[in-house]
Nanobody, 121 residues
Framework: QVKLVESGGGLVQPGGSLRLSCTASGNIFSIYTMGWYRQAPGMQRELVAA???????NYADSVRGRFTIARDDATMTVYLGMKSLKPEDTAVYYC???????????????WGQGTQVTVSS
């Protein structure tokens, strides 16, 4: 069984900063990618940022330069540092991990429960 637990969301004023954390636990052999998606009301879920086990990162154009993703493989934790936040960043943020649970096993996607980020004055 695999679980992703997120923390760090909340209410922040425009221009402010937040840091999200997500820790994976359970029967895990390796984690390929860890990342963050977000979903605003009435919108589709979209990729915000992702980091592979090889060190590559990928960002949505709308957050590049403002958000930073980092992962700690020792603790199976991924972080999302967000600065210069805008009202349009308001959404539920979901942690995602592509996990292999046993040697030569398949890679499957797992999701956290989501954490609300609200940017408002």
């Amino acid at each position: 069984q695999v679980k992703l637990v997120e923390s760090g969301g909340g209410l922040v004023q425009p221009g402010g900063s937040l840091r999200l954390s997500c820790t994976a636990s359970g029967n895990i052999f390796s984690i390929y990618t860890m990342g963050w998606y977000r979903q605003a009301p009435g919108m589709q879920r979209e990729l915000v940022a992702a980091a592979t086990s090889g060190g590559s990162t990928n960002y949505a154009d709308s957050v590049r330069g403002r958000f930073t993703i980092a992962r700690d493989d020792a603790t199976m934790t991924v972080y999302l540092g967000m600065k210069s936040l805008k009202p349009e960043d308001t959404a539920v943020y979901y942690c995602n991990a592509r996990i292999i649970r046993w040697l030569n096993g398949p890679a499957s996607d797992y999701w956290g429960q989501g954490t609300q980020v609200t940017v408002s004055s």
